[in-house]
Each structure stands twice: as C-alpha cells, then as structure tokens.
C-alpha cells in the first residue's frame, strides 16, 4: 500500500515539477544572437490553449519567399492576406489538436513520448485587437534571421523542395509541411518559438515548453510591446 501512495505522489508530482521547470527555464536567459537592434518590422506571436506561433508580416518579399505554400493551398498572393502565420509541432499532435478538446490519447502519447515535427502555415487579414497577440518589433537584420531560422526548419527533399504532406489543414487555407527536429516533452513547440526569438536577436528564456512560460519569459525580458 505504502508503494501505490508513494507512486499516485510521484505521479501527481512530476506534472508540478515539470511546470516549476518551465518557469524557472523561462527566467533563465538563453543564449541568443548578436544582431543590431531596431524597430524596422513588427511581427507578432499569437498565443493559443496549446502554443505559441508567430505572425509574420507578408511584404512582397516573404510573398515570393514563401511562395511554394501557395501551390499547398495557402493563399499567400491574396491582397486580403497581410500575415503569415507559421507554427512548428509534432506532427500526430498537431495535425489533429487544434485546443484541448480535440485531445485524444495517442496524440498525447505521441507528444510526450517523442513524435515528428512538422511546419505549419496560414495567412490572417487586417485585424487590430486580437485576444493572445504579442507584437515585438525587429531591425531588419533581425527579421532577416528570423526568417532564416524558420527557414533552416523545413525539411527538403532531394531537391531541395520543402515537403508538402497530404495530412489535410486545421482550417480552409492552411497546409502542413515536413520538419527538421524531434517533438518531445522537453522538446515542444513553444521551446521551438524561444529558439527561433533567440536566433533573432531577442533575449528570451532558456527553456520555455509551455505557452505559460512564453509568457513569463516575455515580461520578464521586457520584449513584449503589446
């Protein structure tokens, strides 16, 4: 009896230590890139139940950079599409969960267990106040390296073309696509937006695998703008 009360504890446990990790990983500071400052570009990350994605303004530049999504379906050329929103995940979990009531046991387990990765895209229109949006503003040397970084994510194939998967959208103009990495437990799609931040030039935690701790992290190093 005493063992199944140490191990309900442990259980119960582990959840709190891993979100008390997550908070102190989101206070530590991560190493990030050396790139000049500024206010050149503004992009955003929004915020869902799950994780964090960013929101790029779509120039048309990053239209004819990310042109191959409109052959996927993502209608990047339209003039009502003015950001491009762009997530990374694992790819049983997010290709089927789109908040926590579409959870099912196998796209949990996969998630914590260790899944693939893949790339996801979709455009917004004009919008001024949406709820879960953080603006932080870039130089153009940052936005420059942060596209890279995004870039660097996709898997090719020997091509050298991004990979499109026949997994259907979450919605009526979004696709998926293959990615570089390992999904895990300390390996989420929130520590994926941190990376890419730092990779930036934006101080950013160490560690942030909950959208929680994306938000700690954002106050913390004062790079929230909104």
């Known amino acids: 009896m005493r063992r199944l009360i140490r191990l309900a504890t442990a259980l119960l446990l582990l959840p709190l230590l891993y979100f008390a990790a997550a908070g102190l990983g989101a206070l530590v500071p991560g190493k990030h890139a050396d790139i000049p400052l500024g206010h050149d570009v503004t992009i955003g990350l929004l915020r869902g139940p799950i994780h964090y994605d960013l929101l ?3 120039s048309p530049e990053l239209r004819a950079h990310f042109g191959f999504a409109d052959a996927a379906g993502v209608p990047i050329y339209n003039p009502s599409a003015e950001w491009l929103l762009v997530g990374w995940g694992a790819r049983g979990f997010y290709t089927t969960v789109g908040g926590y009531t579409d959870l ?19 455009v917004a229109g ?21 596209v890279a970084r995004i870039d660097d994510s ?29 999904f895990n437990l300390l390996n989420t799609c929130n520590v994926w937006v941190g990376e890419t931040l730092r990779a930036a ?26």
Do not use: C, E
């Open 56 to 58: 790029l303004p779509l």
């Open 104 to 122: 099912n046991p196998t796209a949990v387990w996969d998630g914590m267990t260790g899944d693939d990765t893949v790339m996801h895209l979709d």
């Open 126 to 146: 004009h919008f001024t106040d949406l709820p879960g949006l953080t603006t932080l503003a870039l130089s153009q040397q940052q936005f420059a390296a942060l």
């Open 154 to 182: 996709f898997l090719h194939d020997q091509t050298g073309a991004v990979i499109r998967l026949p997994t259907p959208g979450l919605g009526t103009h979004d696709a998926f696509f293959a990615a570089k990495g390992h």
């Open 201 to 226: 030039g934006v101080p950013f935690g160490a560690w942030t695998p909950t959208p929680q701790s994306v938000d700690l992290a954002l106050r913390w190093f004062n790079a929230a703008q909104s």
